[in-house]
């Protein structure tokens, strides 16, 4: 039955998606046309149809790697390619430690060959034809390893102790590899601003001093602490802008992607942060990280029950081992299958985070002007070629940033 189960809501999960993103295509070509009346006077009709091109384009690729995606969790679990390479490194390497972290990272492997074409295409097609894209093959290669070689230093340790968990922490083990994973992610964020932002990004001190100025005296109004001003190369791989906060407590950094710096105004800019330490000054990082610590409880606890039974495996194509351990197997299985009962729930943390930038915004237009914030979120919609007329159910579904009217509207009406 399980199967049966496994196979309605794969079924459910794939054309739930074509469908969703069928209606965003022809939602956003159907209005490519005509400027949305609010934004008339400062949106191009030009700009309006780049966008909604751009919105296409991704949109439509987007379904083909749906498809892609699921013909390969099919073929790791109802057609037994996750079972032929369980077999296969167990032969070769034993059901030891390193034949469980080879297994798991022989899908990692896997699955990133199939992801590795969308996104080049993306990159360096649809990026390239749309005028955002400035990495360069080499720049995009050394990512790839810089980033593998993070996983493999960061992910290497942290596999082996929650295999050994499993092994030899009894019934318990996953409340243990919980305690383990929420250290490490705490860890990872607290060095992610000093160790791993730098290895790939340059981050020089703003130099604007009237500008550090303005800030400053934002961070003094709102109560905010950060230890510095920085300003990031984000223009030597893409020219959409962004800001960002790394950090804990006082370590805290504010980022500035250098295309941001050069395309907005001062005033438009401390209002762009002024939304930023909105998410602080409400709590929603703190409130996002409790809640997705206690899923992963959640989901390990799960896991700690389905991982004895045999139907779990059996029924999604893997014939567990009678002899050695199945840990790597069940915690591959559970993560391969997981997303496809849980996808369905998506749309309460889209709403979720839709809620909390209405709120950010909230603040923002109490400590700056919401004018400023306005005219700086067209300029990021106009730069980003963020479409302004998206479907409807595809935002309620997927979007974790309202429409640019709705924000707009609620501004508004805080000025």
């Known amino acids: 039955m399980f ?13 739930t998606k074509l469908w969703l993103a069928a209606r965003q295509v022809r939602y956003v070509v159907a209005h490519r046309a005509t400027i949305p009346e609010r934004f008339a006077d400062t949106i191009t009709l030009t700009d309006h149809q780049r966008a909604a091109d751009y919105t296409v384009a ?38 030891g430690y390193v034949g469980q972290i080879a297994l798991i990272a022989a899908v990692l492997l896997i699955s990133g060959v199939v992801d590795l074409p969308f996104t080049y295409i993306r ?12 990495m360069s093959l080499g720049l995009f290669i050394a990512d790839m390893v810089k980033g593998t070689a993070v996983g493999v230093v ?6 082996f102790v929650v295999l050994w968990l499993m092994d030899r922490a009894g019934p318990l083990w996953w409340v243990y590899t919980w305690v383990v994973w929420v250290a490490f992610n705490l860890f990872v964020q607290f060095i992610f601003p000093h160790v791993i932002a730098p290895m790939f990004n340059k981050f020089e001190p703003l130099s604007d001093a009237s500008l550090a100025q303005r800030i400053e005296g934002l961070m003094q ?14 223009s030597k791989r893409s020219a959409h802008g962004n800001a960002y906060f790394s950090g804990f407590g006082r370590a805290k950094r504010i980022v500035f992607f250098d295309t941001l710096i050069e395309r907005l105004s001062p005033a438009e800019i401390e209002a762009v942060l002024a939304h930023e330490l909105g998410h602080f000054k409400r709590r929603h990082i703190t409130k996002r990280l409790v809640v997705a610590f206690a899923l992963s409880l959640a989901f390990l606890a799960l896991l700690g029950w389905l991982i004895g039974r045999t139907w779990f495996y059996t029924e999604l194509g893997v014939m567990p081992s009678m002899t050695g351990s199945n840990n790597a197997l069940a915690l591959v299985l559970f993560f391969l299958v997981l997303p496809v009962f849980g996808f369905f729930a998506s ?4 709403l979720t985070s839709r809620k909390h930038e209405f709120e950010a915004d909230a603040f923002a237009a109490s400590q700056t002007q919401a004018g400023d914030l306005v005219n700086a979120l067209v300029k990021l919609y106009q730069d ?25 509207d609620r501004l508004l009406g805080h000025a």
């Open 3 to 15: 199967t049966y189960l496994f196979v309605i809501f794969l079924l459910a999960m794939v054309m």
């Open 58 to 95: 991704r949109t439509r690729l987007g379904m083909a790697e749906i498809f892609a995606q699921a013909v390969l969790l099919v073929a790791f679990t109802l057609l037994g390619g996750l079972n032929l390479l369980h077999i296969g490194i167990s032969e070769w390497l034993g059901e």
């Open 123 to 134: 990159q360096f097609v649809i990026e390239q034809r749309f005028g955002f894209n400035r």
């Open 154 to 159: 960061l992910g290497l340790p942290l596999l």
């Open 221 to 234: 109004r709102c109560g905010f602490a950060a230890r510095g001003l920085f300003v990031m190369d984000g």
């Open 347 to 350: 749309p309460l943390n889209s």
């Open 384 to 408: 980003n070629a963020s479409t302004l007329t998206p479907d409807p159910v595809y935002t309620a579904f997927y979007y974790s940033h309202p429409p640019a009217s709705q924000r707009i």
